[in-house]
């Protein structure tokens, strides 16, 4: 970065006051997974809860791993409010809006091979694979919305518009909850209703998230399309979007792999995991909401050049990262098997997931310090370093379940996801010094 140094002070009650609302926002989208895959359950199918964990993840995979979108965005509009230029805020904005229309088209033409490579590789068949195909049909519909959406969060992130954040991913995610028990149980829909209920929610956030950008840019001077469209500027977010799809598609690679080799253990085995799964993410939506508030401080901290503010955002998003998870591992040991129970009626589901249950609540532990260390590389839009770190770790996970899985079964495909998420933890904080260091020279 370039310019003066721009001071700003970092408190407890600065990260509070991001993490807070984000968290609260965050929480509601792991509870409509839980909600969906609840309502499939109460359909007393197995193979509909493994065809819907299927779709998903397919979905994810294509859709998630344009996450860097959202991230992008957040951290160069982060550091652009931290340089003190207005203008370039807005240019990544409608940077953001550009790749996303682009890319959402892309994935709605080629949504027939998507879908058929997705159902191959996974392995599905019969009632699994038409579950699977129902839910994907409709929901893949959704991708251009869903990417705008990436785009305006991310940029209301980078402002630091916590609050309006959380509105705008608490409508979307209370419309989803409340079309899909509708959709499923109270029309008959099935498992299609679930894919229908997302599509129209998302359609109805970006529709919100485009009045408050509105609302933002009435009194401002605004970025001309020169500076929108500078070269120069598009290929160092491209550059950072490349490293960060590398990174993605390797998270959503282990993610998807973890389900793969669920599905190889029986219907019932991927049904009991994709619980499990479900209730591990209600905890991530709590230390996302610490990742967010260390990316924007950390982004605002690289653009202002303060390196005090920077150091400070790691050590208070550290000690409240930690304190959180392990009030999450102890909740979800304790409240796991009531969770489990309202998820499904399926009894040999519900056995399954409560012997694995310690696995998912350990989680939160192992995997802390890698949401926030997540935060502070997007927030510093150390783009190259998070994508060579993350496929290092994917590579220690996949030669941990080669060693644990054939002699533990799921006991062991558990385990290696487990170290999975603490090789994150480690490595990216190993190389956190050594980059700060080069960033305030």
């Not at 399309?225 to 290929?235: P, S, T």
């Not at 999450?328 to 969770?339: C, D, I, Q, R, S």
């Not at 496929?391 to 002699?407: E, F, G, H, N």
Request: include cysteine.
């Amino acid at each position: 970065m370039t310019g003066d140094i721009r001071p700003f002070t970092v408190t407890h009650r600065t990260v509070l006051s991001i993490s807070i609302p984000m968290m609260l926002a965050y929480l509601s989208t792991p509870l409509v997974g839980i909600i969906n895959t609840g309502v499939v359950g109460q359909l007393g199918s197995a193979a509909l809860i493994g065809g819907v964990a299927v779709a998903s993840v397919i979905f994810e995979i294509v859709l998630s791993s344009f996450n860097f979108l959202r991230a992008g965005t957040t951290g160069l509009t982060a550091q652009a409010i931290g340089a003190g230029d207005a203008l370039e805020e807005l240019a990544v904005l409608a940077r953001a809006c550009v790749v996303a229309l682009i890319l959402g088209l892309l994935v709605v033409l080629l949504q027939y091979p998507i879908g058929q490579l997705g159902y191959a590789v996974f392995g599905v068949t019969g009632e699994v694979a038409t579950a699977a195909a129902d839910y994907f049909d409709v929901r893949v519909w959704s991708a251009p919305v869903l990417l705008f959406n990436y785009a305006i969060l991310g940029w209301m992130l980078g402002r630091g518009d916590a609050v309006a954040s959380m509105m705008l991913q608490t409508l979307l995610n209370g419309i989803n909850a409340g079309l899909a028990i509708w959709f499923v149980l109270g029309l008959d829909w099935g498992v299609a209703g679930a894919a229908w209920a997302a599509l129209i929610a998302e359609t109805v956030t970006l529709l919100a998230g485009l009045a408050f950008v509105a609302r933002r840019l009435k009194p401002r001077k605004r970025p001309d399309r020169a500076q929108i469209f500078d070269m120069r500027q598009f290929r160092r977010a491209m550059s950072m979007n490349v490293d960060m799809l590398a990174r993605s598609l390797a998270l959503l690679i282990g993610i998807s792999f973890f389900t793969h080799q669920s599905a190889a253990l029986g219907t019932d085995m991927l049904a009991a995991n994709t619980i499990l799964l479900r209730i591990y993410m209600f905890t991530t939506a709590w230390l996302d909401g610490i990742a967010t508030a260390a990316e924007q401080l950390a982004g605002r901290a690289t653009g202002a050049r303060f390196r005090p503010a920077f150091d400070r955002t790691v050590t208070l998003t550290t000690k409240w990262g930690l304190g959180t998870a392990v009030c999450l591992a102890a909740f979800l040991y304790l409240a796991g098997p009531a969770l489990i129970g309202a998820m499904t009626t399926v009894e040999e589901v519900r056995t399954l997931a409560n012997t694995y249950l310690v696995w998912a609540a350990v989680l939160p532990l192992a995997g802390v310090i890698a949401f926030q260390m997540d935060g502070i590389f997007i927030g510093a839009t150390w783009s190259r370093d998070m994508r060579n770190m993350m496929v290092l770790s994917l590579v220690v996970y996949v030669v941990a379940w080669a060693l644990l899985m054939p002699r533990f079964g799921n006991h062991g495909l558990w385990a290696a996801f487990l170290i999975f998420h603490g090789a994150r933890s480690i490595v990216f904080s190993y190389r956190l010094k050594g980059l700060a260091r080069a960033t305030f020279p």
